[in-house]
């Protein structure tokens, strides 16, 4: 029997299932611990690496930061099609001056204090620079593990920021790296004006691709239903290349086209949001094994009192100043301007940006990528760990109800005139104890199911309401707020 040339993809195959596999494996533990998960990815990329026990030989910077471009477009499109309009509104102007005013201010304090502990002005404004955003995949893959649900005004300005901060630290990376490559120094006035450009047609980009994604989606019919999903990550391509393509922010296009696709029920809304969700997972631990096997860690090992106490300053000075001095303005409590200004998760933005300076040849660039590794291994452990506890001792977290122990769905190519929404039963609700039949119920609302610990139970007009109940009501939107009058704020949406 002749042999075919499948051996190269059965060994890389076999790499990517051995890899994937032990990250998800993995994350059980890190949930245990405390550990963010974004660790674990990169300690498992440093293991295969080739100065760990895989052997992988891996030093392509531009094939990594190709990956991890992809990989962040879809982790935005999927943090936009999650985030709230609604709840947002109350929190978009504090999170836009964090994602601005607050990236520069980290940006530049970072840099002087940088440049006095030693550093040459051109490291230290690349590493002040790269180091200036947040990432929403880290603070909230720590929150989901441990069970905290944070306050919605708190909750949604540190998930708000995130998504917007990438881009401006992304454009302040191209103005400082071209700078020192060009050797010319460069105009606040044009920078200014080059930066509210590219933001400006990202955005507008954004918000008519999305709206012309929704428009498509409501008039034209997909079968089979397995291609809907597939038009959304054409969606979330085209979001973050015909921007960038334009000189425009691909990175705010993605988010905002995720947001504006994500606000009104979509056709077969929740396999979309569930592909998507599996989508920015994959991204998430590819990128972050991408970027562990880059790096080596004898040169790594090198850096460490540096990476370290500048992760430091970071955490304890640049952070909480710059957010303190946005937060102010908007009457934050005290209390949650100290959790936002310790829980600013760095995480695989700044990784793959660091990637730039040695793409570009810029001098020190192998030196900057190394510290900026160990700042966000360092950030991740430092304040990542001390999350939940945090959390608990500022008193930042929600009364919300938990969340239902089984999710019921209804979805097809149209919207119905109907959805399903779980309620839990606290003693305090007037209807806990009463039998099904006492309940007053609008005529449309009917109750479909009800889940006490692991029974199904069928609900019979005799079955009485008992505290933890999780209820499911068929309802009508014209009907949400007198059912929540009843059964208090829902379990899911």
């Known amino acids: 029997m002749p042999s075919l040339p499948l051996t190269t993809p059965a060994i890389l195959l076999l790499a990517f299932g051995a890899l994937l596999a032990i990250s998800v494996l993995f994350s059980r533990a890190s949930a245990r611990v405390g550990v963010p998960l974004t660790l674990v990815f990169l300690g498992l990329g440093m293991l295969a690496g080739s100065e760990g026990l895989g052997g992988i030989a891996f030093g392509d910077y531009n094939i990594a930061l190709w990956l991890g471009t992809a990989a962040l477009t879809f982790i935005l499109f999927d943090g936009g099609l999650h985030t709230s309009v609604a709840a947002m509104r109350g929190v978009l102007a504090p999170s836009i001056t964090l994602a601005t005013i607050g990236v520069a201010l980290t940006a530049g304090t970072m840099a002087v204090l940088g440049h006095a502990v030693g550093l040459p002005w051109s490291t230290a404004w690349m590493i002040g620079v790269i180091m200036s955003s947040t990432d929403a995949a880290a603070v909230f893959s720590v929150l989901r593990a441990s069970g905290v649900h944070l306050k919605r005004r708190v909750g949604m300005t540190l998930e708000l920021e995130s998504g917007l901060n990438d881009p401006v630290a992304v454009i302040g990376t191209a103005v400082v790296l071209t700078a020192l490559t060009s050797g010319a120094r460069p105009s606040p006035f044009t920078t200014a004006a080059a930066v509210v450009m590219e933001l400006s047609i990202g955005a507008v980009l954004g918000i008519g691709i999305g709206r012309g994604a929704r428009w498509i989606m409501r008039r034209f019919v997909v079968r089979p239903s397995g291609l809907v999903p597939a038009f959304t990550i054409a969606t979330a391509s085209l979001a973050y290349a015909v921007p960038s393509l334009l000189h425009g922010s691909g990175f705010l296009s993605v988010y905002l086209a995720g947001i504006v696709l994500g606000s009104e029920r979509l056709p077969y809304h929740h396999s979309v949001q569930r592909v998507h969700d599996t989508l920015a997972w994959l991204s998430q631990i590819g990128m972050f094994l991408v970027l562990g096997l880059l790096a080596f860690p004898s040169r790594v090992v090198d850096v460490i009192p540096t990476g370290l106490g500048l992760a430091l300053v970071l955490a304890l000075v640049a952070r909480p100043l710059a957010v303190t001095l946005c937060l102010a303005l908007f009457r934050y ?95 305090a609700l007037p209807i806990c104890g009463a039998p099904v039949s006492a309940l007053p119920l609008p005529p449309e609302v009917t109750v479909m199911l009800v889940i006490r610990g692991t029974q199904l139970l069928t609900p019979a007009d005799t079955l009485v309401l008992a505290p933890g109940d999780h209820v499911y009501l068929l309802v009508t939107e014209g009907d949400i707020s007198m059912v929540q009058l009843l059964f208090g704020s829902p379990e899911s949406g």
């Not at 200004?341 to 660091?354: D, H, K, N, Q």
């Not at 990637?355 to 950030?379: G, K």
């Not at 977290?397 to 769905?409: D, K, N, Q, V």
């Open 333 to 427: 409590r005290w209390r949650d301007i100290v959790f936002v200004s310790l829980v600013g998760l760095r995480g695989a933005v700044p990784i793959v940006l660091a990637t730039l300076p040695v793409i570009m040849r810029v001098p020190r660039a192998e030196y900057v990528f190394d510290v900026v590794f160990v700042m966000v291994v360092a950030n991740a452990l430092l304040q990542g760990a001390p999350v939940p506890w945090l959390s608990r001792r500022l008193r930042v977290e929600s009364a919300e109800p938990p969340m239902a122990p089984a999710l019921l769905e209804i979805e097809g190519p149209a919207p119905f005139d109907r959805d399903i929404r779980s309620y839990v039963i606290d003693d």
